[in-house]
């Protein structure tokens, strides 16, 4: 059978106009959606519509029910002779707050650009800039032109044209039916698009990505209610599935052929200096790139976690005698020297920073080793690095219950990941209920599980000889200014701090840098 199936796909490729394959055939697609000549004859589309995202990685509980992040209106122009498009977002967003963005994005071949504030984690150049406008990171570009790429009501039609990067595939099961497959990869896209075997039309454009938490996985964008415009078949609901579970679902409200051009919306700021793509090996880091956006945190940088027009990068600064923190980016670490290991709280954003922090430890500390991995709570964003801490070795220490979270991301396969791509191994997993005192027989670092709002398992850590503690997502200490009154998640710390009687003089963060504890203590009672 395998042999005969080889033989099918050899045929199909020296056909090369018929591009067929079983049920497969992109000429009856193009055929379905109005035909070569009226899709040919489109220069222009405005679409107009509203779209819900939801984030899996930032549940309540580990592995649980995904959070809604906001729902947004859009208004996309795309211009198909040049490439360019512009999304104009009124974006209102529920988590991690309620916060509504109004921004443009414009993007071209030569590069993109952003009018107006669209996430809380804002670049050096959007905060100088007045009004607010920063250029698009080339990762940031490289998403974004890939998703039009692959919305386009004209894919079917590049793929026809593109013959030669269309590759049939034999037939894929989704949902209990059989589905016809071709593979096409041109224009640095790698699709797989799936097709109705009764009508014909695209039923699934999807992309084998990976995720730093899940993996490989596959990212679906599927199709359905099509309807006419302007003797062509259009898609009014565009849902993303990420590994089968929706994250994005989108309805259009009214599509425009051809609308009359506006003199500018296409313009990038003079003199801009042109986003260099990602030509690196391997898949760039698209999850992140798409669904920090979601949520509205992304900070819009190649480095993901640190801003490289504003930043010099990573760091380690000494906060206490033998205690440092990791900072120069948007998510820190923290460090606790023993006389014969050191202790680090949270692995964030990825494995190139859990791989500079295991660097930067072996220089500074050569004859000692990271034993434990504290990870404060289960969110993508704090955990992404925590494969490489433990490919070193590293005993991971969690939240009472969520052992299997952290099991799971080690476990499933990484192939995808540039940065780490192998096995890590069984994870050495220790779950804290209630506290754990990890020591050396002199200085002693206390791990302590703390009821909050954000998310469950949530510990913090203190050194008692210095006096310290740490705390990610419920304060930011340095970042977040103090109110009239405690938020939810201050007082959860406050109240933490009470029952286990420890008596902290300063926090660092995971977010922010250091700060007194008394003013917050001090805000108990209002």
Do not use: C
């Amino acid at each position: 059978m395998k042999r005969i199936t080889l033989i099918l796909l050899g045929i199909a490729t020296l056909l090369g106009s018929s591009r067929v394959f079983g049920d497969v055939d992109v000429d009856r697609a193009v055929r379905a959606l109005g035909g070569s000549d009226a899709l040919a004859a489109i220069r222009s589309v405005q679409i107009r519509g509203t779209v819900k995202h939801w984030e899996p990685e930032q549940s309540r509980v580990p592995g649980g029910e995904k959070r809604f992040a906001g729902e947004s209106a859009f208004t996309l122009t795309r211009d198909f002779a040049s490439g360019a498009a512009r999304i104009d977002w009124q974006r209102q967003l529920a988590y991690p707050g309620a916060r509504e963005y109004r921004f443009s994005e414009v993007m071209t071949a030569e590069g993109g650009q952003v009018y107006g504030i669209d996430s809380s984690t804002r670049t050096g150049q959007s905060r100088a800039a007045d009004p607010p406008s920063h250029a698009m990171s080339g990762v940031r570009l490289q998403a974004a032109l890939r998703e039009l790429a692959r919305s386009s009501p004209l894919l079917a039609l590049d793929m026809q044209r593109a013959a030669a990067w269309t590759q049939p595939l034999p037939p894929l099961r989704v949902g209990g039916r059989s589905l016809p497959a071709v593979r096409y990869a041109a224009a640095g896209r790698d699709f797989i698009v799936l097709f109705d075997p009764e009508s014909g039309l695209p039923a699934r454009v999807r992309s084998l990505d990976y995720d730093f938490v899940r993996g490989d996985l596959d990212f679906d964008l599927v199709l359905s209610d099509w309807r006419p415009v302007g003797g062509i078949q259009v898609a009014h609901r565009q849902v993303y599935e990420l590994a089968g579970e929706v994250v994005a679902d989108t309805v259009l409200s009214e599509v425009t052929i051809d609308p009359p051009p506006v003199a500018g919306q296409f313009e990038l700021p003079p003199g801009r200096r042109a986003a260099a793509l990602a030509g690196g090996p391997g898949i760039p880091a698209y999850q992140w790139v798409l669904r920090r956006q979601y949520i509205g945190v992304f900070l819009d940088s190649d480095m993901l976690g640190w801003d490289a027009g504003a930043s010099r990068g990573l760091a380690l600064q000494e906060i206490a005698p033998g205690v440092l923190l990791v900072q120069g980016g948007s998510h820190n670490s923290m460090v606790v020297e023993l006389a014969d290991s050191l202790v680090v709280f949270d692995a964030p954003i990825n494995d190139a920073q859990a791989q500079w922090t295991l660097d930067a430890l072996r220089e500074k500390f050569p004859h000692k080793r990271v034993r434990h991995l504290v990870l404060t709570h289960h969110h993508h964003d704090h955990i992404a690095g925590a494969r490489s801490f433990i490919a070193a070795g590293a005993t991971l220490v969690v939240g009472a219950g969520a052992a299997d979270h952290y099991r799971r991301m080690a476990l499933v396969p990484h192939r995808r990941n540039p940065l780490l791509p192998g096995a890590v191994g069984e994870p050495r997993i220790i779950e804290v209920n209630d506290r754990l005192r990890i020591s050396d027989g002199g200085r002693e670092v206390l791990v302590l599980e703390v009821d909050n709002p954000h998310a469950s398992a949530m510990l913090i850590g203190y050194v008692p000889d210095v006096r310290l503690g740490f705390v990610t997502d419920l304060w930011s200490p340095g970042r977040d200014p103090l109110g009239s009154r405690l938020n939810a998640g201050q007082a959860a710390l406050r109240a933490a701090v009470a029952r286990y009687g420890i008596d902290p003089e300063r926090f660092a963060g995971g977010h922010g840098s250091v700060a007194p504890y008394a003013p917050l203590a001090q805000l108990a009672g209002n």
